[in-house]
């Protein structure tokens, strides 16, 4: 048997991205072939985060005989990594393979291929990361829980959503927006701490002065917050760590002080998005995907609640192309953050010889591509179409880790022309090629201005206010 290989291009290459090779395509041709083998193998995988939460996940790869263990590793490692950024965690068991788990130990250890991963998720769960190769009937079983959180629209509130490349900040009463504001800042570029702090407030006391009082407020934001702290957010990343540990860590705390100790609830963006499709469809089962700076993702479950789960899609892998662009930060190629965000549009944008004046920062030039679309510039709609194509093959692997009913897709990105370019064939795409999906799954763009602020109103809703 030759060598499996999962790479595989589309029939129809994109002509921006001809060598882009979804993973759900290459995943289901490596599992009929290993179906079709001989005595194939069962790999037992379980990643734990905190509350002694599990998910798991099982698999069949080929046996020794068939010497496809490169194929087996590359399948399994994209299964792992798609877990681990999924769900969280900072102990991985694996169990049916010695030669694979010995593999996975390598990839992440502290000098390993994925130890940016590790080294995240460790400070995250502020645990020691591991990975464990045990025997198969040793791999924990599922043990996973979700909350109810939001919907809440009694009083006056402000809902702040803290975007990479802009704020946005609602002021409501009783469930109605009676002032919306967006403004362009640049967290990511800026080392002063205050520059955070002092941005936030400013929307926060603008949309005060338009209430009588402030009863709650909600923020949305990306990171990962664990008891209103921030515990990692890339909106800081040029923040010094000693600066960001005595001025940011405990931002919204304080933030909550000035404002007499109301109600206050932080919840990453990809939650908040969920929400928001959640409350403006009623309905459940929602995955959210906000596409701006980086690509924003959160869940809503069967039950209407928040699972818990990382949701950090940014990181996921959604094309088996080794040599396609690699994500700044955790150094990995084919992940969601360069497919499903402003970087996507300026990767193609130059794929499509589109030229941009010097020293323009990434959200001018994503206007740029989107002025050109609005004018029906064949070049700019191609990138949207591309991104289109994208999506649809990535909801389609998503869809093997969520149970979804309806996808919400809102950010940046999908603002004008180019976003119903990218809703149109995401659609075509699966029920070309995923039809069973296609009829149990709605995707929503939702209207410009819903799309713009949406997310600052649903964060509103966050807080309990307790009388």
Same mark, same amino acid.
């Given at each position: 048997m030759e060598k499996l290989n999962l790479k595989i291009k589309l029939k129809n290459q994109l002509s921006l991205d001809s060598d882009y090779s979804p993973i759900i395509l290459g995943n289901i041709a490596f599992e009929n072939a290993v179906k079709d083998s001989i005595n194939p193998v069962t790999v037992r995988i379980a990643i734990?985060?905190?509350?002694?939460?599990?998910?798991?996940?099982?698999?069949?790869?080929?046996?020794?005989?068939?010497?496809?263990?490169?194929?087996?590793?590359?399948?399994?490692?994209?299964?792992?990594?798609?877990?681990?950024?999924?769900?969280?965690?900072?102990?991985?068991?694996?169990?049916?393979?010695?030669?694979?788990?010995?593999?996975?130990?390598?990839?992440?250890?502290?000098?390993?291929?994925?130890? #940016? %991963?590790?080294?995240?998720?460790?400070?995250?769960?502020?645990?020691?990361f +591991?990975?464990? *190769? =045990?025997? &198969? /009937?040793?791999?924990?079983?599922?043990?996973?829980?979700?909350?109810?959180?939001?919907r809440h629209l009694d009083g006056c509130r402000i809902g702040f959503d803290a975007g990479g490349s802009d704020r946005k900040v609602s002021a409501l009463i009783d469930g109605v927006a009676i002032f919306s504001e967006e403004v362009i800042w640049h967290p990511k570029t800026m080392s002063d701490p205050y520059y955070h702090y002092n941005g936030?407030?400013?929307s926060l006391k603008k949309a005060a002065s338009k209430l009588p009082r402030v009863d709650a407020i909600g923020v949305s934001s990306a990171g990962i917050f664990i008891n209103n702290r921030v515990s990692v957010a890339s909106l800081f990343i040029e923040?010094?760590?000693?600066? #960001? %540990?005595?001025?940011i860590r405990d931002m919204y705390l304080n933030?909550?002080? +000035?404002?007499? *100790? =109301?109600? &206050? /609830?932080?919840i990453n963006d990809g939650d908040v998005t969920a929400l928001a499709g959640a409350m403006s469809l009623d309905s459940n089962n929602v995955l959210g995907?906000?596409?701006?700076?980086?690509?924003?993702?959160?869940?809503?479950?069967?039950?209407?609640?928040?699972?818990?789960?990382?949701?950090?899609?940014?990181?996921?892998?959604?094309?088996?192309?080794?040599?396609?662009?690699?994500?700044?930060?955790?150094?990995?190629?084919?992940?969601?953050?360069?497919?499903?965000?402003?970087?996507?549009?300026?990767?193609l944008a130059t794929e499509a010889n589109i030229v941009f004046e010097a020293n323009m920062s990434p959200a001018e030039k994503l206007k740029v591509i989107q002025n050109l679309s609005n004018k029906n510039d064949i070049r700019a709609i191609?990138?949207?179409?591309?991104?289109?194509?994208?999506?649809?093959?990535?909801?389609?692997?998503?869809?093997?880790?969520?149970?979804?009913?309806?996808?919400?897709?809102?950010?940046?990105?999908?603002?004008g022309i180019g976003g119903q370019k990218i809703l149109e064939e995401a659609k075509n795409i699966i029920k070309k090629e995923f039809n069973n999906l296609y009829k149990k799954l709605t995707i929503n763009l939702p209207d410009e201005k819903n799309r713009r602020v949406g997310q600052s109103i649903a964060a509103a809703s966050l807080p309990k206010i307790t009388k």
């Open positions: 734990e985060r905190n509350k002694n939460q599990i998910a798991s996940a099982e698999c069949l790869v080929f046996n020794n005989k068939y010497n496809q263990n490169e194929a087996n590793y590359l399948y399994l490692e994209r299964l792992i990594k798609t877990l681990l950024w999924i769900r969280g965690g900072f102990r991985i068991y694996i169990g049916g393979s010695d030669l694979l788990g010995k593999q996975i130990i390598e990839t992440y250890s502290k000098n390993g291929i994925r130890s #940016f %991963d590790q080294k995240f998720m460790a400070n995250i769960y502020e645990q020691p +591991e990975v464990l *190769n =045990v025997s &198969l /009937e040793n791999v924990p079983t599922s043990n996973e829980i979700s909350e109810s959180i939001g936030i407030m400013d923040v010094p760590q000693n600066l #960001f %540990d005595t001025h933030i909550q002080n +000035e404002f007499d *100790n =109301v109600p &206050l /609830e932080v995907i906000a596409m701006g700076t980086s690509e924003a993702a959160g869940y809503v479950d069967k039950y209407g609640n928040i699972t818990g789960w990382l949701n950090e899609l940014a990181f996921v892998p959604v094309d088996y192309n080794q040599n396609s662009l690699r994500d700044d930060w955790s150094d990995d190629y084919g992940v969601g953050v360069t497919y499903f965000s402003q970087d996507a549009v300026i990767k191609e990138i949207f179409k591309t991104i289109g194509v994208y999506l649809g093959y990535s909801l389609a692997y998503y869809s093997r880790f969520y149970e979804i009913k309806n996808v919400l897709i809102l950010g940046r990105v999908t603002s």
